[in-house]
């Protein structure tokens, strides 16, 4: 099995699309949230979500898209950007995002955004978050996105081992339980600027670290012409 796992692709459609041509064959696409904010094309990144059948859960961003309050909680750019995507957005994408759940199993995984406890907002920094959540975690493999950050929480005799992964990095859990996050796809924040995402076959629990290089020049024009805030503009160059 080989699944494409994508998280916060925040409305960037040439990220999203450099990463389905780069992954290219794939059994099933999961995605981890924030499809929507910050970026300029919401209606185009949920579309070719849905035309190639896409499953996955709510992020923060979606939610606040839908009019939820989880606006109030954004900072100043968050918000505007927000602010912007509501006006934008048409209906059908929020009838799409809508209908995602908070969480979702599937094969052995548990999908959600932030963490298994807090699947909107928690962000899994540390080990000790990790086996925090990893206490409560259902499943042999929690997927989670929000920090932007690929890495992975590997279960090993009560320790928590934290893997960094690189472009390429191929890591097998070999039973151990663990979260992984695939990094983002549409506003990396790792000081790397290319579009991350990972491949991952749950039943052998092993899994690729993939980096994909997108015109990100293409984005930042589109996210001045809609009048979306400088720094989340040129953030972009900088993967921070
Ligand atoms: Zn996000």
């Given at each position: 099995?080989?699944?494409?796992?994508?998280?916060?692709?925040?409305?960037?459609?040439?990220?999203?699309?450099?990463?389905?041509?780069?992954?290219?064959?794939?059994?099933?696409?999961?995605?981890?949230?924030?499809?929507?904010?910050?970026?300029?094309?919401?209606?185009?990144?949920?579309?070719?979500?849905?035309?190639?059948?896409?499953?996955?859960?709510?992020?923060?961003?979606?939610?606040?898209?839908?009019?939820?309050?989880?606006?109030?909680?954004?900072?100043?750019?968050?918000?505007?950007?927000?602010?912007?995507?509501?006006?934008?957005?048409?209906?059908?994408?929020?009838?799409?995002?809508?209908?995602?759940?908070?969480?979702?199993?599937?094969?052995?995984?548990?999908?959600?955004?932030?963490?298994?406890?807090?699947?909107?907002?928690?962000?899994?920094?540390?080990?000790?978050?990790?086996?925090?959540?990893?206490?409560?975690?259902?499943?042999?493999?929690?997927?989670?996105?929000?920090?932007?950050i690929p890495v992975a929480?590997?279960?090993?005799?009560?320790?928590?081992?934290r893997v960094a992964p690189r472009r390429g990095t191929e890591l097998?859990?070999?039973?151990?339980?663990?979260?992984v996050n695939p990094g983002?796809?549409?506003?990396?924040?790792d000081?790397d600027?290319?579009?991350s995402y990972l491949?991952?076959?749950?039943?052998?629990?092993?899994m690729t670290w993939h980096r994909?290089?997108?015109?990100?020049?293409?984005?930042?024009?589109?996210?001045?012409?809609?009048?979306?805030?400088?720094?989340?503009?040129?953030?972009?160059?900088?993967?921070?």
């Amino acid at each position: 099995m080989r699944i494409a796992v994508l998280s916060d692709i925040h409305a960037n459609l040439p990220a999203l699309d450099a990463v389905l041509a780069d992954a290219g064959q794939v059994d099933a696409i999961w995605h981890l949230g924030d499809v929507v904010g910050y970026g300029p094309d919401p209606d185009g990144v949920v579309a070719r979500l849905r035309d190639v059948g896409a499953i996955g859960v709510r992020g923060n961003h979606d939610a606040a898209a839908c009019g939820g309050t989880e606006i109030d909680w954004f900072n100043a750019d968050a918000r505007r950007a927000m602010e912007w995507t509501r006006t934008a957005i048409g209906g059908r994408s929020i009838e799409w995002l809508s209908a995602l759940p908070e969480r979702r199993t599937i094969d052995g995984c548990e999908l959600v955004h932030g963490s298994p406890r807090d699947p909107l907002w928690e962000y899994i920094l540390s080990p000790s978050i990790a086996r925090d959540n990893l206490a409560v975690l259902g499943q042999p493999i929690g997927l989670h996105g929000h920090t932007h950050i690929p890495v992975a929480y590997v279960e090993d005799d009560g320790r928590v081992d934290r893997v960094a992964p690189r472009r390429g990095t191929e890591l097998g859990l070999e039973g151990h339980r663990a979260l992984v996050n695939p990094g983002s796809v549409g506003q990396p924040r790792d000081g790397d600027t290319s579009a991350s995402y990972l491949i991952l076959d749950p039943a052998a629990g092993s899994m690729t670290w993939h980096r994909v290089e997108y015109d990100i020049g293409a984005v930042q024009a589109a996210m001045r012409d809609a009048g979306l805030p400088g720094f989340l503009i040129s953030r972009l160059s900088i993967g921070l």
